[in-house]
């Protein structure tokens, strides 16, 4: 069965403090990894497309890597205005599934 | 324009009421979905279109109708709802790319649906 995984659910961090959220999936003929940003009230924005095992996207604070099991979302040295939930989805086929999400607090 | 607008963004209704979520994109897409959000849910996909032809109906009740009169509109109709349809609904477009495969989706604002 197709399923994307995000760890861990919550995430609190200090302003400065680096971390990493987790994607996994298993899925069959993977397309594309993508990354959203959404914040409260408000529809995902899309960050990051990957499309191959040792693939790597930056923007800003925001790295993205790609394995063939799973999918890392680095972030250095956060800001407050980084928090938010990021969600991971996969595109197999003509679908797509996505995670649940990691929601980010960044304290100032 | 912004990329995806969705109207309205909030929407409070009866059971019995029927309602419209309308969506716009102006990035010149040719597919369009209806997604719903649910807490601590993964997004669920409701509805595909591509060039105006709905190509996926992801087992959804028939109580959400929904309608694309072109390839930069799209309309969720609502209809006799229950309480546990209340969620924020997600309207996205994207470009299919080459071999059928379809890149990334741009999501709306999305608008939240509560069923009294």
């Known amino acids: 069965e197709d399923q994307v995984t995000q760890s861990p659910e919550a995430l609190r961090l200090q302003e400065g403090e680096s971390s990493s959220l987790n994607c996994s999936y298993t899925v069959s003929g993977l397309r594309g990894l993508f990354w959203y940003r959404q914040d409260p009230g408000k529809g995902p924005e899309f960050l990051f497309t990957l499309y191959s095992a040792g693939e790597e996207k930056e923007k800003e604070r925001l790295k993205a890597t790609l394995t063939k099991k799973e999918s890392f979302l680095h972030i250095t040295a956060p800001k407050p205005e980084d928090s938010a939930t990021y969600l991971c989805?996969?595109?197999?086929?003509?679908?797509?599934?996505f995670g649940t999400g990691t929601s980010l607090t960044v304290i100032p | 324009e912004t990329g995806v607008t969705q109207t309205p963004r909030h929407l409070v209704m009866g059971m019995t009421n029927k309602k419209s979520l309308k969506c716009e994109q102006h990035l010149g897409h040719n597919a369009m979905y209806w997604y719903k959000q649910s807490a601590k849910k993964p997004l669920e996909l409701m509805f595909v279109?591509?060039?105006?032809?709905?190509?996926e109906n992801n087992s959804v009740p028939s109580r959400f109708s929904p309608e694309c009169p072109n390839s930069s509109h799209l309309f969720l109709h609502l209809h006799t709802l229950q309480p546990e349809d209340s969620a924020l609904y997600l309207c996205?477009?994207?470009?299919?790319?080459?071999?059928?495969?379809?890149?990334?989706?741009?999501f709306g604002e999305g608008s939240r649906l509560t069923v009294l």
């Open positions: 989805a996969v595109q197999s086929g003509n679908q797509f599934y």
């Open positions: 279109y591509n060039f105006k032809e709905q190509t």
């Open positions: 996205a477009s994207s470009q299919p790319g080459l071999a059928g495969f379809s890149r990334e989706l741009f």
